[in-house]
């Protein structure tokens, strides 16, 4: 892929990952990846259309999937795809927690583990100190949100090493 799409994807995407929208800031010592939406074993295309930013473990948790089975109801749920779904309709953040709106939303958040305590430990390192632009405090926050951000929160204060958020 030539350095001018590369370019013109991290500035699309006003250089935060189209999943979890952290910023490349957040992250200075990891760059982030220009992803195939759908994977060269799919579609073998380099379209701008078929290529997102994303933070490296978006990246690498996503792989070659294009759905997920949902944590609820065990059925087939096509993941967020950057170029056709508005990332509000799916997504809000519930302080620093990412919240699925819709089924999508919540398929690529358990997917992608967005939530992960890697994850969390960079935003949570770089929100204090203001580097960080996720969307906090959101006022669209809803009732569910807030109990899965605490069930996190629970979770995390338990145990450190296996404070896996689930959904469901």
Same mark, same amino acid.
């Given at each position: 892929? *030539?350095?001018?799409?590369?370019?013109?994807?991290?500035?699309?995407?006003?250089?935060?990952? &189209?999943?979890?929208?952290?910023?490349?800031?957040?992250?200075?010592? /990891?760059?982030?990846?220009?992803?195939?939406?759908?994977?060269?074993?799919?579609? @073998? &295309?380099?379209?701008?259309?078929?290529?997102?930013?994303?933070?490296?473990?978006?990246?690498?948790?996503?792989?070659?999937?294009?759905?997920?089975?949902?944590?609820?109801?065990?059925?087939?749920?096509?993941?967020?795809?950057?170029?056709?779904?508005?990332?509000?309709?799916?997504?809000?953040?519930? =302080? $620093?927690?990412?919240?699925?709106?819709?089924?999508?939303?919540?398929?690529?958040?358990?997917?992608?583990?967005?939530?992960? *305590?890697?994850?969390?430990?960079?935003? /949570?390192?770089?929100?204090?100190?203001?580097?960080?632009?996720?969307?906090?405090?959101?006022?669209?926050?809803?009732?569910? =949100?807030?109990?899965?951000? *605490?069930?996190?929160?629970?979770?995390?204060?338990?145990?450190? $090493?296996? @404070?896996?958020?689930?959904?469901?």
């Amino acid at each position: 892929m *030539d350095v001018a799409t590369q370019r013109t994807v991290r500035n699309r995407a006003r250089n935060q990952c &189209e999943y979890c929208q952290l910023p490349q800031t957040a992250t200075p010592f /990891l760059t982030f990846h220009v992803e195939h939406i759908q994977a060269k074993q799919h579609v @073998s &295309e380099d379209s701008l259309d078929n290529l997102a930013l994303a933070f490296p473990d978006c990246n690498r948790f996503k792989g070659p999937n294009l759905t997920s089975l949902s944590s609820i109801t065990r059925k087939i749920i096509r993941l967020f795809h950057p170029r056709n779904d508005q990332w509000s309709e799916h997504f809000e953040y519930e =302080s $620093s927690v990412l919240v699925g709106l819709r089924p999508i939303g919540e398929a690529t958040i358990d997917l992608l583990q967005i939530n992960s *305590d890697e994850q969390m430990k960079c935003v /949570l390192h770089w929100v204090p100190i203001g580097r960080c632009e996720r969307k906090l405090n959101s006022p669209n926050t809803t009732t569910s =949100s807030t109990r899965q951000r *605490d069930r996190w929160l629970a979770a995390a204060a338990r145990e450190p $090493s296996d @404070s896996k958020l689930t959904f469901g």
